[in-house]
């Protein structure tokens, strides 16, 4: 997240991580560094998962994980801190909106590693078309991209809409509530 250091859509990766980690599973986060870690961060720290930052100083000219790559020192001078992309297997991407990470660098590297990439969409607009350009960009990256998981129903068939396709890998989701009362309230 950009403007808040935590939000709803961070509730959903967040109980993804508690689970692999449950199961075993070695997680890596990697997140924008606020001024302090927020609760549910310190909470993932102790339950084992390593905490990395981006490194908001720096600047590619070129695609950022092949930068990283080509350096043969291990300079932290990388958009991914200290965090080692060779001992990922498999790569979560939480959006805010559907269709940013189509048009970001870095998440065009990442399908260049060859990696199993799952995209959480936690938001589509009804009335944001997106443009000819961010639309085939999109279907192209959706051959390399194991799941696309969507928290309502709506944007997952105006994904299909919009990209003209039937969605084999996309699938419903749902983002986890953390209300105490969860008592309907009238209109």
Known sequence: MQ???WGGSEELWLKTAIHA?????G???????????????KDLRMKGAKIHYFN?????????VKKY????????????GDLNMDNVDKILVSQGNTFSAFSNTLFH??????????????????D?????????IARKALNNIEKFFFVSNRSLELTKRYLNTNG??????????NLINKVAIEY
């Open 3 to 5: 403007g808040f250091q």
């Open 21 to 25: 980690l449950s199961e075993g599973v």
């Open 27 to 41: 997680v890596n986060v990697l997140i924008k560094k606020w001024p302090s870690d927020h609760v549910n961060i």
């Open 56 to 64: 908001s100083t720096y600047r590619a000219k070129k695609g950022i």
């Open 69 to 80: 790559f080509s350096k043969k020192s291990k300079d932290k001078d990388t958009v991914f």
């Open 109 to 126: 590297d990442l399908l260049e590693l060859n990696k199993s990439i799952y995209l959480i969409s936690e938001h589509l607009s009804d």
């Open 128 to 136: 944001g078309i997106p443009n000819a350009n961010v639309r085939r």
């Open 168 to 177: 084999d890998n996309f699938q419903l989701v749902n983002n986890p509530v």
